[in-house]
């Protein structure tokens, strides 16, 4: 059996102490994936939602190798852009964020992000989107799914909300702790102490807390505020309106039966009010004792109201639920 001349043999004992080209680009890829985690968990060390232009987001985010999944948000918080609901949005995403980074379980294995439409234009016109703002998970593996984009305009925007959606895209489980709010119980001591300072006052005369009047106009004001939908709008956290990128126009009215606006419920309130103060009116206007041409003026004007704002209730109701077949007054 010849020997192999030396070159040769030098060459094999080369690639056997590297591995072979395979293994040295297995190696490259493991160091251009451990500088990428490195930088990513020493920005997230100083802020937890990671501001990134065009390039930090084709560099980390879109182009391989990586093993961690990136939240983003696309939005556009200039004060000239107008985006009141980009703000609001970036506040329930900086404590889904700052829950995650504070966390006993804060791992590398999921970073949040940001691109403003200011910093990275690019971004938005390769990902071609043209609305702000709009979560989309970039899984460690593959690339985003449909179910990778969040339902905003379905499940709003609340901090609570949005980890559930994480948890489903990434099956990590963030408990969301929110700074504490003080306004509650400064309220509620407001309350008492306004209540004290009135029985201190009026020790002798508590007639006040009998009267059906007060009683009833807060009953009323408490029904009108839960029956408009103000408990779904703080669980689910909603826009308070939609303006149209394209067009511009404002939608105060959700389309669909599933969600609403915070401007919608706003609406319903005065609606609801307005057929309330029509019948209390007609209420009065068949038990009083006043003269029968004041009991007259109540009655067309309860029935005014009644007709008007019910007429618009049922519009509201014809937009949000498709096909409904009955209408009053107005289409």
């Known amino acids: 059996m010849a020997a192999l001349p030396l070159p040769v043999l030098l060459l094999l004992l080369l690639l056997a102490a590297w591995g072979g080209p395979g293994a040295a680009g297995q190696k490259r890829k493991e160091m251009v994936l451990s500088e990428k985690v490195s930088q990513l968990m020493e920005w997230a060390s100083k802020r937890s939602v990671i501001r990134m232009n065009g390039d930090k987001f084709r560099r980390l985010v879109k182009a391989p190798p990586r093993n961690y999944s990136v939240i983003v948000m696309f939005t556009a918080l200039q004060p000239h852009r107008q985006c009141v609901v980009c703000k609001q949005a970036d506040e329930e ?69 949005l980890a559930r959606w ?107 009010g307005g057929v309330t103060l029509g019948m209390v009116l007609l209420h009065e206007a068949a038990t009083s004792d006043m003269d029968v041409g004041k009991r007259k003026i109540m009655c067309i004007a309860g029935i005014g109201l009644v007709v008007l704002f019910f007429s618009w209730l049922l519009s509201v109701f014809r937009s949000k639920y498709h096909g409904y077949p009955y209408s009053f007054l107005m289409s």
């Open 166 to 272: 994480v948890a489903d895209r990434t099956d990590v489980n963030i408990r969301v702790i929110r700074p504490p709010n003080y306004a509650g119980p400064l309220m509620l001591g407001l309350l008492l102490a306004v209540i004290g300072g009135l029985v201190y006052l009026r020790g002798s005369n508590l007639d006040f807390l009998y009267n059906k009047t007060g009683w009833a106009f807060a009953a009323l004001c408490f029904v009108l505020a839960m029956t408009s939908g103000q408990m779904w709008n703080h669980i689910r956290g909603p826009p308070y309106a939609h303006k149209n990128p394209h067009t511009g126009q404002v939608n105060y009215i959700h389309g669909s039966s599933q969600a609403q606006f915070v401007a919608e419920t706003h609406i319903v309130l005065l609606f609801n």
């Open 93 to 161: 995403y900086q404590i889904l964020a700052n829950s995650w980074r504070y966390s006993s379980s804060f791992t590398n294995k999921i970073f949040f992000a940001m691109v403003d439409f200011d910093e990275g234009s690019d971004v938005f016109q390769m990902l071609n989107m043209n609305s702000a703002p709009t979560f989309i998970n970039f899984p460690a593996k593959g690339k985003p799914k449909r179910g990778d984009t969040y339902e905003l305009q379905v499940r709003g925007f609340a901090a609570e909300q």
